[in-house]
């Protein structure tokens, strides 16, 4: 076995560190810089408070068993986590204003995809099935494997927990497919009452006016409430 160099025994005790699920963040860093003040692998360690922070985020979001409804909602919520830790960080002082949260944040978004799928794997085959159906071509509609994928299609869908739009529009083909017609984000946001907050769904459109309409009719024919904002010129 190929023997470490310094700074991959360094990086092995920092891991240690954020890796230790009995810690709060607040003691897992007290224990980094502790360590960074003692240790005698590196005389100038580059490594960042930010990336330390979000590792051991990241590190406890991921050991979490409960069942996310949706891979976009599961996203929001750990973003959710972040923001409001960071926050607490900054006016402690522990964290620099400066310090780029989302160039971090964007660096964890395949394991946090990969996480939802072990957790929550038939949402992950609805959107399989979907995407497929999608693809498939005209020729093989209404032939065996098209009757096939929409008979799994459907049992999956009689397990899920949401019917009809509200399954849709946490379906990953879906938000692209929606967004490539008509421009138009849905996005998960957290929502503030009194001492309590939740997440819910947000349509944003970001396309013309024209692109707008369309999407406000096709929402409407559906029997969804569309938002005030979405009428507006």
């Avoid at 979000?54 to 959710?80: T, V, W």
């Avoid at 309409?213 to 929402?219: D, P, Q």
């Amino acid at each position: 076995m190929k023997k470490k160099n310094k700074t991959q025994l360094y990086n092995d005790e920092v891991v240690k560190i954020y890796k230790n699920p009995l810690l709060t963040v607040d003691e897992a860093v007290e224990k980094y810089f502790e360590f960074k003040s003692v240790q005698k692998f590196l005389k100038r360690p580059t490594d960042k408070t930010v990336h330390f922070v979000m590792e051991k985020l990241l590190n406890d979001f991921l050991r979490i068993n409960k069942k996310p409804p949706s891979l976009i909602e599961y996203r929001a919520f750990f973003r959710y986590k972040v923001d409001c830790e960071f926050d607490r960080l900054k006016e402690k002082g522990t964290i620099e204003i400066t310090e780029n949260v989302s160039y971090w944040y964007s660096r964890y978004v395949r394991k946090l995809d990969d996480r939802f799928a072990a957790l929550n794997p038939e949402m992950v085959e609805i959107n399989s099935l979907y995407v497929a159906l999608m693809n498939m071509a005209d020729s093989m509609k209404g032939g065996r494997i098209y009757e096939s994928i929409k008979r799994e299609l459907t049992k999956l869908e009689y397990r899920a927990d949401f019917k009809c739009f509200d399954l849709l529009v946490r379906l990953p083909f879906f938000q692209d497919m929606f967004y490539e017609r008509t421009k138009i984000l849905i996005a998960v946001l957290p929502k503030y009452e009194k001492h309590n907050s939740h997440f819910e769904f947000k349509l944003i459109p970001t396309g013309t006016l024209e692109q707008r309409k369309r999407a406000v009719n096709f929402l409407q024919k559906a029997g969804i409430e569309v938002d005030k904002n979405m009428r507006q010129s």
